[in-house]
């Protein structure tokens, strides 16, 4: 059965440093989403990606933050200077079907941790 | 006021039992739901599409009252696998078909 995958499964990082989360979505999927949950609270959407371009951001993803699909199959999220409070669960996420149905399929999530 | 809202819980109650779970959503031109479920530090993992006549997969029962703007999951004789965290997901049409997660209701089945 199809999935989506995720590395790395967990990062630990040093504040300011660079991260980079990788997806690899189900291949006939058409739209990609980053979600982040922080231990304890609810899944929080990031960021939509669809037709090779962001179609929807949250508050959350500020300017520190960027999304690329450079080959058409892995998704990659890019944090560019951790900070703290953004030590969390990110799950990449992609759906089938264009408009307001199809089911999301998640990643296993990569854990991150900023010291 | 909260997009998707959720009794957080947790339900304790004993195996066997029948347990409900409500979600109620702000937007009314949402048009997709789900229930998800999430195990502790795990992916969330679709339960069940909720479709506009109600739909029953074994012992779960989705149904959805759009004029109410709420959805139920109805979970029959409780098994201590069923314990996990059952996340309401609403997705509204017109634009960016973005997912949107409840908090989620923690469920605890004991023997």
């Known amino acids: 059965e199809p999935e989506v995958t995720q590395t790395p499964s967990h990062q630990v990082t040093q504040m300011g440093q660079e991260v980079i989360l990788r997806c690899v979505p189900i291949?006939?999927?058409?739209?990609f989403y980053w979600y982040r949950q922080i231990l304890g609270q609810k899944v929080e959407f990031l960021v939509s990606?669809?037709?090779?371009?962001?179609?929807?951001k949250s508050e959350i993803f500020d300017d520190q933050f960027s999304v690329e699909r450079p080959d058409g199959s892995n998704f990659t999220l890019k944090i560019r200077s951790t900070k703290l409070e953004d030590s969390a669960m990110y799950f990449c996420?992609?759906?089938?079907?264009?408009?307001?149905?199809?089911?999301?399929?998640f990643g296993e999530g990569s854990r991150l941790t900023v010291l | 006021r909260k997009e998707v809202e959720q009794d957080p819980g947790p339900f304790n109650v004993p195996e066997g039992a029948t347990v409900a779970f409500n979600c109620t959503y702000s937007?009314?031109?949402?048009?997709?739901f789900f229930w998800y479920r999430q195990d502790c530090r795990k992916e969330p993992k679709l339960l069940m599409s909720?479709?506009?006549s109600g739909n029953e997969d074994g012992r779960f029962t989705a149904q959805l009252n759009r004029a109410s703007q709420y959805i139920s999951l109805l979970i029959r004789d409780s098994k201590l696998s069923d314990s996990a965290t059952y996340l309401c997901?609403?997705?509204?049409?017109?634009?960016?078909?973005?997912?949107?997660f409840g908090r989620g209701t923690s469920l605890i089945v004991h023997p």
């Open positions: 997901v609403v997705m509204a049409s017109g634009g960016s078909y973005i997912p949107t």
């Open positions: 996420a992609s759906r089938r079907l264009a408009g307001d149905v199809g089911e999301l399929f």
């Open positions: 937007n009314s031109a949402s048009q997709s």
């Open positions: 291949s006939n999927h058409l739209y």
């Open positions: 909720v479709y506009s």
């Open positions: 990606f669809y037709n090779n371009e962001i179609s929807e």
